[in-house]
């Protein structure tokens, strides 16, 4: 949540009418990542107001926020693509999303009234329905929430209205309610963000008078309310928390009320400083979001040149502050990028953006297409703070609760995997984007049906192979396996599309002639095969894992680094039948892992169920947790057509003995998997939670009771 994005907006218009649309300044960083430009779109695409607008991101890459209806503004969830009307409490016309966790839950706030009328009561957004939190009794009529993590804890403010300091902080999940989460010794509190291990920023008064002595903080259930301080001056607020427990925000940095961007490490505050030099208009920065590498998002200004202030969006890293207008490709020319308002674990970031042409506000979403390096970000040497002696003074009416197992950001999440419709000839959107070097990292795949001639020697818990097979047809039904390269270096992998070498295996309906399409994360094709011989062939050949079949097809490529690439599979001249998608690790040495595998088809019944291999890498003695999941009906809310309506999964081993089986997954394993931040997003859909030793591994999803449709299967490694 961002808690500013208000007087970021009033101005907006205003530089747009004295600096008309500026140029972008300054040079690009040697160093600096480049991006893509993906406008998210609208809820009202006719006529009248046409906005929408960003306000956080989850390493799925789904953004929460708000955009007009067609009425009023609505809360609004974008992903891939889609724009989800998430709706109001019965009886209003108004709603905001200010918060998205890993599983694409949104908070917010809805008006609440049966006969209309402006309360705002804090909102969850999940599964179609908007659940009504109410208010903190004793603080006003009015709520609103800015933060959930995976567990499903809320957190927000309340008080007799919602845009002033007037307000106390709560937390609420569904057990315990609404409570208050007290102050720093003064009379108002607001919480804004909530990470997975239930740590908690936000700003509150410390009791040196009425609206001069915010100062940010950090709270648990077992420290209760401890004080972050200041770089300079007397004020200071905690807008994000990561899931290292860092925190990002604003402080005052002198008298006259300037204010910086800070990243507090858990021991000291660091002043990011701000791009508009020492002018007192310019010098001025705001931080609202920050990712596991420590690379923080905002807002700050061009250097003064004379009528109004000219705000850009930044992303700092490298201890660098940088102007996202300067990085961003050929996509970005249309849009003018002013508040950066989140950035995920992949380096995704969600920008609040005015479209040129038609002077809209827009949100929409910078992907990474350069090679930076994810690294922790080093941070600057200059005022260093240290973090004042805690002071804790829980409100009486907030009840201290356990700390919660700190839950782990899933990489993938049901509502987000599938790619849109797949037809000869299109460009696919890519499964996911999903987050290197954070764990659950889904795991590698071994082929479950037709072994290949040679497998390269497996290092200790590094995954090698990633397979899956299902029946190919056209459009939605196409084979799509979505997988990244986490870590920072480039990594040379071969991709193979087989179906005629199946039927010599004795599969009956096996593919005749593949075809293999890959694309990067934006969506642009990188290369393209049909059979194998006619490319590439001695490369190929040299990997000792070439396709037995002339009209199968691979391709052997060098992919950068902590990227999520996308193949997919068809039947030559859209020609159905049971297929197998692959990636092979053939650069084993390089600073990068093969991983993070979701794999889209058609499931029939009996040899055209899905069926998704992987290999547990390691010593003999070690175990390694995994989630394997199948989804189906959460897929539909996407608007994808025909998709399976109650998969089943089963888990075997290499010698073909039962692992475990599962329907839905509440059934079995509901702690660890929700633990994990795994859940699915429907009921139906199924799961389980193994401790596996080294080896290979089969997971079959079909239909229960033969039923057919699109479904998913997903691997995770949990750490």
Do not use: C
């Not at 998430?86 to 999303?97: C, F, H, K, R």
């Amino acid at each position: 949540m961002h808690p500013y994005r208000f007087s970021v907006r009033v101005s907006r218009t205003f530089i747009l009418l004295i600096l008309g649309i500026a140029g972008a300044s300054g040079q690009r960083s040697a160093q600096a990542q480049t991006y893509h430009v993906t406008d998210l779109g609208t809820i009202n695409t006719n006529t009248g107001v046409i906005s929408s607008h960003p306000t956080g991101i989850n390493n799925a890459g789904q953004v929460s926020g708000y955009s007009y209806s067609g009425t009023s503004n609505h809360a609004a969830r974008f992903t891939n693509g889609l724009v989800e009307d998430l709706g109001v409490i019965p009886g209003g016309e108004i709603s905001t999303g200010w918060g998205i966790n890993g599983l694409g839950d949104v908070v917010g706030d809805s008006q609440y009234s049966v006969n209309g009328g402006s309360i705002r009561h804090a909102a969850l957004f999940r599964n179609g329905t908007v659940t009504d939190l109410g208010f903190l009794p004793g603080w006003g009529n009015y709520a609103r929430a800015n933060g959930i993590n995976n567990l499903g804890e809320v957190v927000g403010h309340s008080g007799t209205s919602l845009d002033t300091n007037v307000t106390h902080a709560f937390i609420w999940d569904e057990m315990n309610g609404m409570r208050d989460l007290g102050t720093l010794g003064g009379a108002y509190a607001k919480a804004f963000s909530i990470n997975n291990s239930s740590k908690v920023t936000g700003r509150a008064d410390t009791g040196g008078g009425f609206g001069s002595n915010f100062h940010a903080f950090i709270w648990d259930a077992a420290g209760g309310m401890r004080d972050l301080g200041v770089i300079a001056g007397s004020s200071s607020s905690g807008n994000f928390i990561n899931a290292n427990g860092h925190v990002v925000g604003w402080s005052s940095i002198a008298v006259d009320n300037r204010r910086h961007a800070f990243l507090h490490d858990g021991t000291t505050m660091h002043d990011l400083g701000a791009i508009g030099d020492n002018d007192f208009f310019t010098d001025r920065s705001e931080a609202y979001g920050v990712n596991i590498h420590d690379v923080v998002v905002g807002t700050t200004y061009r250097p003064y040149q004379g009528g109004a202030a000219y705000a850009i969006a930044f992303v700092y890293r490298n201890g660098e502050m940088l102007d996202l207008e300067t990085l961003v490709d050929a996509s970005g020319a249309d849009y003018r990028l002013y508040t950066a308002t989140g950035i995920n674990d992949a380096g995704q970031i969600a920008v609040d953006a005015i479209k040129i042409s038609t002077n809209q506000s827009r949100a929409v979403l910078l992907t990474p297409t350069g090679t930076a390096t994810p690294a922790p970000t080093p941070v600057p040497t200059p005022t260093p703070v240290p973090t004042p002696t805690p002071n804790i003074t829980p409100s009486p009416t907030a009840t201290p609760m356990a700390t919660p197992t700190p839950s782990i950001t899933p990489a993938l999440t049901p509502t987000v995997t599938p790619a849109p419709s797949a037809t000869p000839g299109s460009t696919p959107t890519p499964i996911a984007t999903v987050t290197p070097e954070v764990t659950p990292t889904p795991i590698a795949t071994a082929t479950p049906s037709a072994a290949p001639s040679a497998t390269p020697a497996l290092p200790p818990a590094q995954p090698l192979n990633i397979s899956t097979r299902a029946r190919v047809q056209g459009g939605e039904s196409a084979l799509i396996g979505g997988f990244i390269l986490t870590g920072p270096n480039p990594k040379q992998v071969i991709i193979r599309a087989l179906g005629p070498s199946l039927g010599a295996n004795g599969m009956i309906g096996a593919l005749a002639d593949t075809t293999l399409d890959v694309y990067d994360a934006s969506g642009q094709l990188l290369i393209s095969n049909d059979n194998w011989e006619d490319s590439q062939r001695a490369q190929i050949e040299e990997t000792g894992v070439a396709p037995s079949h002339v009209l199968e097809s691979a391709i052997v490529v060098t992919l950068s680094g902590n990227s999520a690439y996308t193949a997919v599979v068809r039947g030559k001249n859209g020609e159905p039948g049971i297929g197998l998608v692959e990636v092979y690790d053939l650069g084993l040495a390089a600073n990068s892992k093969l991983g993070n595998i979701s794999t889209r088809g058609l499931i029939e019944q009996g040899d055209n169920v899905m069926i998704g291999g992987f290999i547990v890498g390691g010593n003999a003695a070690e175990r390694t947790r995994i989630v394997v999941r199948a989804i189906g009906p959460s897929l539909s809310g996407l608007g994808l057509s025909n998709a399976l309506l109650d998969p089943t999964l089963t888990l075997h081993d290499s010698n073909g003995s039962v692992i475990g089986t599962n329907d839905n997954w509440r059934d079995a394993n509901q702690p660890e998997i929700a633990a994990a931040g795994l859940a699915p997003a429907d009921d139906r859909e199924a799961a389980l939670f193994a401790s596996l030793a080294p080896g290979a591994y089969t997971a079959i999803v079909a239909g229960k009771a033969n039923s057919t449709g699109v479904g998913l299967v997903e691997a995770y490694h949990v750490q």
